[in-house]
């Protein structure tokens, strides 16, 4: 019994990285122009399963994939801070990415229990401003640079949330997103639900949903 469970696990996880979710974005010919760089270290484009095995406190977390979404998360991020940010006339935004990582969390959901942490420790640290829980669901917050940094070695904590975050302990998406836009840097982190309204993609709301706080800041 054991042996099957693992071997479902792995299956779901597995299945959910493959997807490619092909997000709809309109004109996003006119945003080619604005000029990106892309400073992220090169395994945040990389997707990851930190563990299949149950008994493991990384069961069920990973690193999403940049590649299972057309366009990318990064081309989204140029596309909504042209639409949002660049002003007629004025010169083009200065953008640099220094991270932009999605995490999932299945936790709760395959092993059937609650895994939600007390918003202290891990994510305390992390957590560098109050967070915002908006009409859909997701939560966000400001994040502290240093605090996301040390967590390198033991990168799977990243993917864990707060029972602040998620009471409801479903799967979710996570995500991370540290901007600079004309020399003011901004670091957030959106915590989304994959339970989304029919006809919806969960990672398409997820990165969207980030996208708009973190332009937001701005």
């Known amino acids: 019994m054991k042996r099957l469970l693992l071997v479902l696990a792995a299956l779901a996880l597995s299945g959910c990285a493959a997807q490619v979710a092909n997000l709809n974005v309109a004109g996003a010919e006119r945003s080619e122009q604005l000029r990106v760089q892309d400073l992220r270290p090169a395994i945040e484009k990389e997707g990851e399963i930190f563990s299949i095995s149950i008994t493991s406190e990384q069961y069920a977390l990973y690193r999403v994939a940049e590649s299972v979404t057309v366009p990318s998360g990064v081309r989204l991020l140029q596309h909504r801070a042209f639409e949002t940010l660049q002003k007629p006339g004025?010169?083009?935004?200065?953008?640099?990415?220094?991270?932009?990582?999605?995490?999932?969390?299945?936790?709760?959901?395959?092993?059937?229990?609650?895994?939600?942490?007390?918003?202290?420790?891990?994510?305390?640290?992390?957590?560098?401003?109050?967070?915002v829980v908006d009409a859909s669901g997701a939560a966000h917050s400001?994040?502290?640079?240093?605090?996301?940094?040390?967590?390198?070695?033991?990168?799977?904590?990243?993917a864990l949330y707060s029972e602040a975050e998620n009471a409801g302990k479903g799967s979710v998406h996570i995500v991370y997103i540290d901007t600079e836009i004309n020399g003011k840097r901004v670091f957030t982190r959106t915590l989304v639900p994959m339970k989304v309204p029919e006809g919806q993609t969960p990672i398409g709301v997820a990165l969207e949903s980030a996208i708009k706080y973190q332009l937001a800041q701005y």
């Open 142 to 158: 400001l994040v502290d640079g240093k605090a996301f940094e040390a967590l390198a070695a033991t990168e799977f904590k990243r």
């Open 90 to 131: 004025e010169a083009p935004l200065d953008l640099k990415v220094h991270h932009f990582v999605v995490y999932r969390n299945m936790q709760a959901e395959l092993r059937r229990s609650s895994i939600g942490i007390a918003l202290g420790g891990v994510m305390g640290a992390v957590i560098a401003g109050n967070m």
